[in-house]
């Protein structure tokens, strides 16, 4: 299941402008290695909200990370049905993202 961790970063300007989601792998080592491509991300897109999803381990160094909004969870060994499926696009697409970055070679 899919649960929103807080806003990371509250100020106006992070509103006005649309997101970027960021789905990291879900293991504490490999989120750490992601927040190098987030760093690209953030300073390729300046000024640009960044969400990221990840596992609920990695959520609390999400918040941590100066560049990230907002962290959203999902298992580890998330195996979404058809109607789970639906649900999340439904969520995410009401965040009205500009870009997805996949830093995993899952396709779930």
Request: aromatic residues 8%; hydrophobic residues 40%; proline residues 8%.
């Given at each position: 299941m899919l649960a929103v961790?807080?806003?990371?970063?509250?100020s106006k300007r992070y509103r006005a402008l649309r997101p970027i989601l960021v789905f990291c792998l879900p293991a504490i080592g490999d989120f750490i290695r992601c927040?190098?491509?987030i760093q690209i991300i953030a300073a390729t897109?300046?000024?640009?909200?960044?969400?990221?999803?990840?596992?609920?381990?990695?959520?609390?160094?999400?918040?941590l990370m100066p560049h990230v909004r907002k962290?959203?969870?999902?298992e580890r060994h998330w195996n979404p049905g058809?109607?789970?499926r639906v649900?999340?696009?439904?969520?995410?697409?009401?965040?009205?993202?500009q870009a997805?970055?996949?830093?995993?070679?899952?396709t779930k």
């Open positions: 961790r807080g806003d990371c970063v509250g927040h190098s491509a897109f300046p000024g640009q909200p960044i969400d990221v999803i990840t596992s609920p381990l990695a959520a609390p160094l999400a918040r962290a959203w969870t999902v058809l109607k789970e649900r999340l696009a439904r969520e995410l697409r009401q965040e009205n993202y997805a970055y996949l830093l995993t070679s899952s």
